[in-house]
T-cell receptor, first 112, second 114 residues
Framework: QKEVEQDPGPLSVPEGAIVSLNCTYSNSAFQYFMWYRQYSRKGPELLMYTYSSGNKEDGRFTAQVDKSSKYISLFIRDSQPSDSATYLCAMRMTDSSYKLIFGSGTRLLVRP | NAGVTQTPKFQVLKTGQSMTLQCAQDMNHEYMSWYRQDPGMGLRLIHYSVGAGITDQGEVPNGYNVSRSTTEDFPLRLLSAAPSQTSVYFC?????????????FGSGTRLTVV
């Protein structure tokens, strides 16, 4: 079993829809949670991050962490065609190595 | 700032050949790492370094060597290329210390081993 599970998609939605992307994890020691966006043939770029449980909002993006359920989510409001990309969740424990463990990514397609 | 620079962008190797993937960052980041990305597998950590002179193995280190002689550079060496090493390789760096610091990724090296 992978430490971090993520539905690969693809997820296809119409422009303007609310998108929900999710990851589950098995290691309760994870403390820091991040979402990366990766456009085709590019490197991932950091989109959102949260520490421990709770919500964080940044513009059209909201990240949620539920540590009791070992479940994290990324919501995209008013989705745009430019949001079409692969979204990877990532997480790490509080240790000195800064190692990030990634999910396999969900491919999102926003149709005009 | 150039960020994280990876060279080459594309490479085709024959089985058994060796090569070095270059990675350089100009942000004075302490932490650097190499990942490989394969379809359905996500990003898997190969090797990482928390500072010059310090390296350690990640999840899939076999067949790869690294060294960190300077803060800026973190090359990845393939000792004897195998078709299973066909992948996209990403170098990433991060500021050290506690707290939430995201990685800055390079644009990747697409490697094919025939």
């Amino acid at each position: 079993q992978k430490e971090v599970e993520q539905d690969p998609g693809p997820l296809s939605v119409p422009e303007g829809a609310i998108v929900s992307l999710n990851c589950t994890y098995s290691n309760s020691a994870f403390q820091y949670f991040m979402w990366y966006r990766q456009y085709s043939r590019k490197g991932p770029e950091l989109l959102m991050y949260t520490y421990s449980s709770g919500n964080k909002e940044d513009g059209r993006f909201t990240a949620q962490v539920d540590k009791s359920s070992k479940y994290i989510s990324l919501f995209i409001r008013d989705s745009q065609p430019s949001d079409s990309a692969t979204y990877l969740c990532a997480m790490r424990m509080t240790d000195s190595s800064y190692k990030l463990i990634f999910g396999s990514g969900t491919r999102l397609l926003v149709r005009p | 700032n150039a960020g994280v620079t990876q060279t080459p962008k594309f490479q085709v190797l024959k089985t058994g050949q060796s090569m070095t993937l270059q990675c350089a960052q100009d942000m004075n980041h302490e932490y650097m790492s190499w990942y490989r990305q394969d379809p359905g597998m996500g990003l898997r950590l190969i090797h990482y370094s928390v500072g010059a002179g310090i390296t350690d193995q990640g999840e899939v280190p076999n067949g790869y060597n690294v060294s960190r002689s300077t803060t800026e550079d973190f090359p990845l060496r393939l000792l004897s290329a195998a078709p299973s090493q066909t992948s996209v390789y990403f170098c990433a760096s991060s500021y050290g210390g506690t707290g939430v610091y995201g990685y800055t990724f390079g644009s990747g090296t697409r490697l094919t081993v025939v």
